[in-house]
């Protein structure tokens, strides 16, 4: 299984301090490829190969991809291969030798995904591939009173007087010189913005960095909820850091009621409203986000100028969003990122999670109510740079939704497709390569951002 990482830069003014950065970047980009030409897989049962090792192909060109697996010699290899993740294109039993074997050969003549599965003896692997991803469009157009929409959401929250209350948590005093405190923010939607805060005491005026954590979906994992810690890393980078959870959710709350919360007022919360636009679950989401970034930028310490939002899945969705809709976020770090081209079905596609449109509700009221909350409309104006991590075998937020979302975008885009990394992180013999390849790379982004 190889790879090669795909880095697209759009073009613009840049300050000294962005010129420094796409310098690093460039270079890191060269290491990535390097190491690629040599990727093997130790201890992988089955490795897929591809001729183009990136995973990224233009119509037309020939695809080929070989299978290896000497250790399961004599056993079936199953063999699946899907077009845009849903559609079955082929499928084949291969009985495994010594050799490598060719599982798929194939081209395609428009934008689209190729996600090939290989299975035997309780082992598996898959390896993705694009053709030209940066032709993917929306599968809808984007309503023509969008920015009206948004506009008038954005003058009522500004209107909405404030009422904030925060209470420091004990136990983060140890963190000598940074207090971190549990905030409640009230806000249109109907939920408050809740989550933690953390800071340096006594740092400057205007010469600090925000950073907005955003969560993945669900309620009770602890995937789902703010904490302490989260917002303490990167006060200690120096950075106003807000670990923000979707849900307007109480914080450090007992088990028991995220598990109420879960079978009751949030279950399926990504199928509510979804006939209404001002009723789709996501709305009162995506307001909790600016409410927050404005408690944030009224903060003194605050240098006027960088706001990084970050978020995985449900919260690489809500990064992508907080920068099509404020302006003032100027970075992103978007991890197989939800919420991009709900409409892609439209156009033979599978659209981004939660695949709202394939649901089983009014297609023509879906039709009218979702465009506003889909993340390949919101990020039509966004000039935010945008670090992007896409899973080629990603069944959950396809690689051509998230794909036809950052099209959209007019900022710099640093965009890491990885061909063998399905929703969840690599695992096995792969964890290793992606972490040194994507989850490092990921880290150094970061900490040059915000120096």
């Known amino acids: 299984m190889e790879y090669e990482v795909k880095l697209k830069v759009t073009q613009r003014k840049k300050s000294i301090k962005a010129l420094k950065m796409k310098k690093f970047f460039l270079s890191s980009v060269i290491t990535l490829v390097l190491s690629g030409l040599s990727f093997i897989v130790l201890g992988q049962d089955i490795i897929l190969s591809q001729a183009n090792k990136s995973g990224i192909y233009t119509k037309g060109q020939k695809i080929s991809v070989t299978a290896f697996a000497e250790n399961l010699s004599g056993d079936t290899l199953?063999?699946?291969?899907?077009?845009?993740?849903?559609?079955?294109?082929?499928?084949?039993?291969?009985?495994?030798?010594?050799?490598?074997?060719?599982?798929?050969?194939?081209?395609?003549?428009?934008?689209?995904?190729?996600?090939?599965?290989?299975?035997?003896?309780?082992?598996?692997?898959?390896?993705?591939?694009?053709?030209?991803?940066?032709?993917?469009?929306?599968?809808?157009?984007?309503?023509?009173?969008?920015?009206?929409?948004?506009?008038?959401?954005?003058?009522?929250?500004?209107?909405?007087?404030?009422?904030?209350?925060?209470?420091?948590v004990m136990g983060t005093q140890?963190?000598?010189?940074?207090?971190?405190?549990?905030?409640?923010?009230?806000?249109?939607?109907?939920?408050?913005?809740?989550?933690?805060?953390?800071?340096?005491?006594k740092a400057s005026p205007k010469s600090l960095p925000i950073v907005l954590l955003v969560h993945a979906a669900g309620v009770k994992g602890s995937w789902c909820r703010s904490e302490p810690a989260n917002a303490m890393k990167y006060a200690r980078k120096g950075a106003l850091c807000f670990d923000l959870n979707a849900h307007g959710m109480l914080d450090d709350q007992p088990e028991s009621y995220y598990e109420d919360l879960e079978k009751g007022d949030l279950k399926t919360y990504w199928l509510q409203g979804l006939t209404n636009r001002d009723e789709v679950y996501f709305r009162g989401m995506y307001l909790r986000l600016l409410r927050t970034i404005d408690f944030l930028t009224t903060q003194p310490e605050w240098d006027g100028k960088r706001i990084l939002v970050i978020g995985e899945s449900q919260g690489g969705g809500q990064a992508l969003v907080a920068a099509g809709l404020d302006p003032r976020v100027?970075?992103?770090?978007?991890?197989?990122?939800?919420?991009?081209?709900?409409?892609?079905?439209?156009?033979?596609?599978?659209?981004?999670?939660?695949?709202?449109?394939?649901?089983?509700?009014?297609?023509?009221?879906?039709?009218?109510?979702?465009?506003?909350?889909?993340?390949?409309?919101?990020?039509?104006?966004?000039?935010?740079?945008?670090?992007?991590?896409?899973?080629?075998?990603?069944?959950?937020?396809?690689?051509?939704?998230?794909?036809?979302?950052?099209?959209?975008?007019?900022?710099?885009?640093?965009?890491?497709?990885?061909?063998?990394?399905?929703?969840?992180?690599?695992?096995?013999?792969?964890?290793?390569?992606?972490?040194?390849?994507?989850?490092?790379?990921?880290?150094?982004?970061?900490?040059?951002?915000?120096?």
Not at 174 to 191: A, T, V, Y
């Open 330 to 451: 100027s970075a992103v770090v978007a991890i197989v990122p939800a919420m991009c081209d709900w409409f892609g079905s439209l156009v033979g596609r599978m659209g981004g999670w939660p695949q709202p449109f394939e649901s089983d509700s009014l297609k023509k009221e879906m039709r009218k109510a979702l465009p506003y909350f889909d993340a390949a409309n919101i990020l039509k104006d966004s000039k935010a740079s945008i670090y992007a991590e896409i899973g080629l075998i990603d069944m959950v937020c396809p690689s051509t939704s998230v794909y036809a979302a950052l099209n959209q975008a007019k900022g710099q885009k640093f965009i890491y497709a990885v061909p063998y990394r399905p929703h969840h992180q690599p695992e096995g013999a792969l964890a290793k390569t992606w972490e040194k390849d994507f989850f490092k790379t990921r880290e150094a982004f970061i900490q040059n951002y915000l120096k």
């Open 78 to 168: 199953h063999v699946r291969v899907f077009k845009n993740n849903s559609q079955l294109i082929d499928q084949k039993n291969i009985i495994i030798g010594k050799d490598s074997i060719i599982v798929y050969e194939g081209s395609a003549d428009k934008p689209c995904s190729i996600i090939i599965d290989a299975k035997a003896a309780g082992k598996n692997a898959g390896l993705g591939m694009l053709i030209d991803p940066e032709k993917l469009k929306p599968g809808a157009r984007c309503p023509a009173d969008f920015d009206r929409y948004w506009n008038n959401m954005k003058k009522s929250l500004n209107a909405f007087p404030w009422d904030i209350k925060r209470a420091v």
């Open 174 to 201: 140890s963190d000598k010189g940074f207090i971190c405190e549990d905030i409640e923010i009230n806000c249109l939607g109907p939920k408050p913005a809740r989550g933690y805060f953390a800071r340096p005491e």
